[in-house]
């Protein structure tokens, strides 16, 4: 079994300014990791994904994560948010060998940029 | 728009009505997912399809639900004797099972969400 824990349920932060949400998970097993993004009243749209290799790994609308196993963590940064990027934000893992491949999320972060 | 796409979108219903949502997947994605989402939480798997084979079902899912995909195309999910506990967010997203190196991978694609609000 899979756990997800989103260190900040809500991270403030100045247009322009950088930004990093933390994710750290659990597993028994090898893991897909993933960042969704959510609008209100949307649904879930993927941002980036981790399936192997290179521990970074760039995603849509300028944000990266890094995968550090030995931390099990995958942390989403963007170097300068803009008024766009205020949403909401879901770390998710999905177990490798795992038939149903079910993704399991984080509680998320709620990111709000002021001007 | 050739996207997931879910009707409806809002549903407001009284409790103990039976309600059922319908979820369209992107053309021949082979699997099909439902979850749930309540306010201020991430979703949580309900349960999945293969084709039209319903393999795996989360403990969430009790007996007042029921999810079918008969012809392995668009799926519905009712959910019977609907109780306040039941207010949501229900998403559904596919996915087209492949490989990815040496283990299979499928990455889903969601829709917008059919929001059910029970009074």
């Known amino acids: 079994a899979q756990s997800v824990t989103q260190l900040d349920s809500q991270v403030p932060v100045f247009e322009e300014a950088p930004v990093e949400l933390r994710c750290n998970y659990s597993s028994s097993v090898s893991v897909y990791l993933f960042w969704y993004v959510q609008y209100p009243n949307q649904g879930l749209q993927l941002l980036l994904k981790y399936l192997s290799g290179s521990t970074l790994v760039k995603g849509i609308n300028g944000f990266e994560a890094e995968f550090n196993k030995s931390q099990t963590s995958f942390h989403l940064r963007k170097p300068s948010v803009h008024i766009s990027d205020t949403a909401e934000y879901f770390c998710?893992?999905?177990?490798?060998?795992?038939?149903?491949?079910?993704?399991?999320f984080g509680q998320g972060t709620r990111l709000t940029i002021n001007p | 728009d050739t996207g997931v796409s879910q009707d409806p979108r809002h549903k407001i219903t009284k409790r103990g009505q039976n309600v059922t949502f319908r979820c369209d997947p992107i053309s021949e994605h082979n699997r099909l997912y439902w979850y749930r989402q309540t306010l201020g939480q991430g979703p949580e798997f309900l349960t999945y399809?293969?084709?039209?084979?319903?393999?795996?079902k989360s403990r969430l899912l009790s007996d007042r639900f029921s999810a079918e995909r008969p012809k392995g195309s668009f799926s519905t999910l009712e959910i019977q004797r609907t109780e306040q506990g039941d207010s949501a967010m229900y998403l559904c997203?596919?996915?087209?099972?492949?490989?990815?190196?040496?283990?299979?991978?499928?990455?889903?694609?969601f829709g917008p969400g059919t929001r059910l609000t029970v009074t």
């Open positions: 997203a596919s996915s087209h099972i492949r490989l990815a190196g040496p283990a299979l991978f499928s990455e889903q694609y």
């Open positions: 998710a893992v999905s177990g490798k060998l795992q038939g149903a491949q079910k993704l399991v």
């Open positions: 399809f293969q084709n039209e084979a319903q393999l795996e």
